[in-house]
Structure formats: structure tokens, C-alpha cells
């Protein structure tokens, strides 16, 4: 079970482990994987991009230290789990995702499971969504290879921003929190591997696509 993986490390919210124990992590994975929906792992979702392992979500979740009134923005919306699960921690979300099939898969599980307050928006991430911001919270579900100027920009005064950033393979987890409108204070919570953040304050955007 996912939230026993949780419970035995750092994890300790007890709304976190609540959200854990309530969105059903098996409908957001490809039929096919249904079996592994529980595992201690990311997973494909299609188009090269993985559902993050939920330990993983669960140390960004419990970062960003939310108590169920904020305005939160995610960027790499994928499966919509994540999104999913910021939903039952805050009062509404937007979520970013550049790839046009998984932003409309990840609408319709939600959709499925009558999540009303997770909007999923087309876009590049790296600029945020500015008609929605500023943000108390923001949490990015892929590596970049330093935190984008505009993801800082849309932090609203004491919001807080969790971001991989690193190389393609591997990234710190950074939390950033915005002391002032010029101050920010960092802290790092640990190595974790991503799937690159592509745009225009990420990595380049693979020609192929
Ligand atoms: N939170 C997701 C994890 C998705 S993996 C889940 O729970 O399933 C990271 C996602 O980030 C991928 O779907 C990828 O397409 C997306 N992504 C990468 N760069 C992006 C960008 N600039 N803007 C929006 N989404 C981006």
C-alpha cells in the first residue's frame, strides 16, 4: 500500500498520508500496468514521461506545507495524479502540461473521479500561468536545470516553490520560499531523478517532437 511505503520514511502529514490513502493511484497508470499501479516506483504513462514514484510526490506534497486554503500551480501535469492529490491538500489547482494527449487523458481521469477543483492547462510550464498567479504554492513534477525566473515571479509573499534542479539524470529537491519581494531562502531535500523540464526557462526542446 502507497502510504505504508510513506509512513515507514520522512513522511508524517497526516493529510498527506490521508490524500495517499484516498486518490486511487491505478487509474491514473495505462491499463496495461494496472498490476504495479501500488508500486514503490515511477511508471510510463506514454510519451516518454513517467508517473513519479509516489514516495517522491509525497516528499514534494509534504514541502510545500499545506493546510487546505491555498491557490496552487503544478507544472507537468502528466497522469494528473499528483494534481489529483494537490487537490485534497488545497482550496484549488492549476496545472501545466505541454504534451496535448496526457493533459487530456489526465483531464478525463479527473474528470472520472469528479475532481472539480484541478484545472489541467496546455502550455509551457517554465513560464507558469500567469492569468492565475501569484501562487502560495508550486510544485514541479520535472528537472530543470535551475529554477525558472518565472515560477519565482508567480510565488506569492511566503509561497513556496519545490523544484528538481540539476542535470537531466539528476537533480536536488529544492524548496524555495519567498521571504519578501526580492528574498528567497532555499533548502535542499534530497536527490531525486526527474524527466527533464522542457521549455523556455528548462532544457531545449527535443527537435524530434
Ligand atoms: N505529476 C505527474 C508527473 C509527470 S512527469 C504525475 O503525477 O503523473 C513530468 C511531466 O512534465 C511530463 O508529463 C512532461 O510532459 C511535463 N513537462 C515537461 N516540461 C514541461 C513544461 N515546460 N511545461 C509543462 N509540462 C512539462
Redesign the pocket.
Known amino acids: 500500500m502507497v502510504t505504508e511505503q510513506l509512513r515507514r520514511r520522512e513522511i508524517s502529514d497526516p493529510r498527506v498520508l490521508a490524500a495517499f490513502a484516498t486518490i486511487p493511484r491505478d487509474r491514473?497508470v495505462p491499463a496495461s500496468l494496472v498490476e504495479r499501479a501500488y508500486e514503490d516506483g515511477?511508471l510510463p504513462?506514454g510519451?516518454?514521461?513517467?508517473?513519479?514514484q509516489p514516495f517522491v510526490?509525497a516528499i514534494t506534497m509534504q514541502a510545500l506545507g499545506l493546510v487546505g486554503h491555498e491557490h496552487v500551480l503544478?507544472?507537468?501535469?502528466?497522469?494528473?495524479?499528483?494534481?489529483?492529490?494537490l487537490g485534497m491538500l488545497a482550496h484549488d489547482v492549476d496545472?501545466?502540461?505541454?504534451?496535448d494527449d496526457?493533459a487530456a487523458a489526465?483531464e478525463a481521469t479527473l474528470a472520472e473521479l469528479e475532481i472539480r477543483n484541478v484545472r489541467v492547462h496546455?502550455?509551457?510550464?517554465?513560464?507558469g500561468w500567469p492569468p492565475g498567479a501569484p501562487y502560495d504554492a508550486i510544485?514541479?513534477?520535472?528537472g530543470a536545470p535551475a529554477p525558472p525566473p518565472a515560477l519565482l515571479a508567480q510565488l506569492a509573499l511566503g509561497g513556496r516553490l519545490v523544484v528538481p534542479t540539476g542535470s537531466a539524470d539528476w537533480q536536488r529537491l529544492i524548496r524555495i520560499t519567498r521571504r519578501s519581494e526580492v528574498d528567497y531562502s532555499e533548502e535542499d531535500l534530497g536527490e531525486v531523478r526527474?524527466?527533464?523540464?522542457?521549455?523556455?526557462?528548462?532544457?531545449p526542446?527535443p527537435s524530434s517532437r
Open positions: 491514473f515511477p504513462i510519451a516518454g514521461q513517467t508517473i513519479s510526490v503544478e507544472i507537468g501535469t502528466g497522469s494528473g495524479y499528483a494534481a489529483a492529490i496545472s501545466v502540461e505541454r504534451i496526457l489526465a496546455r502550455g509551457d510550464g517554465t513560464l510544485a514541479v513534477a520535472a526527474f524527466v527533464p523540464l522542457v521549455g523556455a526557462q528548462g532544457w526542446v
